[in-house]
């Protein structure tokens, strides 16, 4: 071939290379990726994010929550990161992706300075928040499979949250023009929890503006979404348009003015959507806590109910399958919406009334002047139990002033606590936990509960 020739051809092939650059789809997959409303992985398996929050800045020397999270069977784990405006800085972002690849977790990494903008004094900008990103690129190119970029927590508080829209999109255009190719989560405004909606009202601007179109919008749900009218609306309006959408952090209903955790949990999952409890453990308040101290042994009954109560992390999550994880049966449809195949759930045969029998163990979690933290474990016998009655009477004046889990009320001393919807039902030795809050003065001993089976 003359050297003519080759010059011509190789002349012809870069413009071929140029011109397939230039058509390159904006959303072609490198990993983690949106398609439709759904995450899916680089190979177009959706994935379902089942996991928890772990405040990871704050506890560095914790590294064994990664591993114990895991064994409780999340898939993900939202790691709280610094970028030094507040705390921090988090220079361990290595460490922390290999800890989340050794324990086959998916790594949603989030800067936590950002919480609050605009209302709390000492918070980071979203700007802010990228440059700390590009700080730690050379850490996180290449992980896309595994690591799922959270801009900002929070990131606008209560006042002036209409600047949300513009900071959001602006933090967006920034990392990609810094090359980051990584599925993005957006948190909205109003500390999360967009009760102003206007995240909600700006949903199709904020995706417009990945030129990759490959972000997921995150909501937090607290106590603006304590009722289940408030939660299915909300979820509505973003699967009814087919916009990407997470439960970013959310708590639980401790008191009625909480979250309606288990309307959020069975929507999550009929319409397939990925949730992420706050949190492990650490809380300044400790009633957010999963585990007591970090110890895995010793969960709460928060901690009990997201990882094995009904839709729960233990029954719903899937492993990913960068991990190794199944490829589940179905596939996604056109619209992105998951079709997931109808499961019959077979009916119990009741068991024989005799030979029911449950025992109930009474412990103190946490005491403080004038009140206390306690809970209730519920354990049947050698026959499955289809539902239960705990009793027990206060010897020192104390009284209950709240509970879940169970249905509690109070005849003077005398306390009734009956199972609630879910958890009635258990199996041979199977148990559960319900907890309260409670009074006291004085002294404050622990009664004898007794355990009546139906």
């Not at 560095?60 to 409780?72: N, P, S, V, W």
């Not at 087919?242 to 401790?254: K, M």
């Not at 009633?287 to 029954?315: E, H, S």
């Amino acid at each position: 071939m003359s050297r003519r020739l080759i010059a011509v051809g190789a002349a012809l092939l870069a413009v071929a290379a140029s011109v397939l650059m230039f058509v390159r789809p904006a959303d072609a997959a490198v990993g983690l990726h949106i398609s439709g409303r759904n995450i899916v992985e680089a190979n177009g398996t959706p994935f379902v994010m089942r996991g928890v929050n772990h405040p990871h800045v704050w506890y560095t020397g914790q590294t064994r929550a990664f591993a114990d999270i895991k064994a409780l069977g999340a898939n993900t784990v939202r790691v709280v990161l610094g970028s030094g405006e507040r705390w921090g800085p988090s220079t361990d972002v290595a460490n922390v992706i290999a800890l989340c690849k050794q324990n086959r977790l998916i790594c949603v990494l989030e800067v936590h300075d950002t919480t609050g903008y605009g209302e709390e004094g000492a918070a980071a900008s979203l700007d802010e928040a990228v440059n700390y990103w590009i700080s730690q690129k050379s850490a996180l190119v290449g992980e896309e499979s595994r690591v799922v970029i959270n801009i900002g927590n929070e990131p606008i508080g209560n006042v002036d949250a209409g600047q949300w829209t513009d900071a959001t999109a602006s933090a967006i255009r920034k990392m990609r023009t810094n090359g980051f190719e990584h599925l993005l989560m957006v948190d909205g405004p109003n500390w999360g929890q967009d009760w102003q909606f206007v995240m909600r009202d700006n949903a199709q601007t904020i995706l417009d503006a990945d030129s990759r179109r490959n972000t997921v919008l995150s909501i937090h749900m607290y106590s603006v979404f304590n009722s289940a009218a408030a939660i299915t609306n909300y979820l509505d309006h973003f699967q009814n348009r087919g916009w990407p959408l997470v439960i970013g952090e959310f708590g639980w209903q401790f008191n009625s003015g909480e979250v309606d955790h288990e309307t959020l949990l069975a929507e999550a999952q009929a319409r397939g959507l990925g949730y992420l409890a706050w949190s492990w453990s650490g809380n300044s308040d400790p009633i957010l806590d999963m585990a007591l101290d970090f110890d895995p042994a010793r969960l709460t009954t928060w901690g009990q109910r997201i990882f094995n109560g009904a839709n729960g992390i233990k029954a719903t999550a899937k492993e990913a399958t960068v991990y190794g994880g199944a490829v589940p049966t179905g596939s996604p449809s056109p619209s992105g919406s998951a079709t997931p195949t109808p499961t019959a759930t077979p009916t119990p045969t009741p068991p024989p009334t005799t030979g029911r029998s449950c025992t109930a163990t009474y412990r103190i979690v946490g005491q403080w002047q004038g009140g206390f933290q306690a809970e209730v474990q519920v354990k049947a016998g050698a026959t499955a139990i289809s539902g239960w009655t705990v009793t027990w009477t206060f010897a020192n004046g104390q009284t209950v002033t709240q509970g879940w889990n169970a249905t509690v009320s109070s005849s003077g001393a005398a306390v009734t606590a009956r199972n609630v919807g879910y958890n009635g039902s258990l199996g041979a030795g199977a148990s559960t936990v319900f907890g309260f809050l409670g009074s006291w003065n004085g002294t404050n001993g622990a009664p004898t509960p007794t355990c009546t089976a139906t």
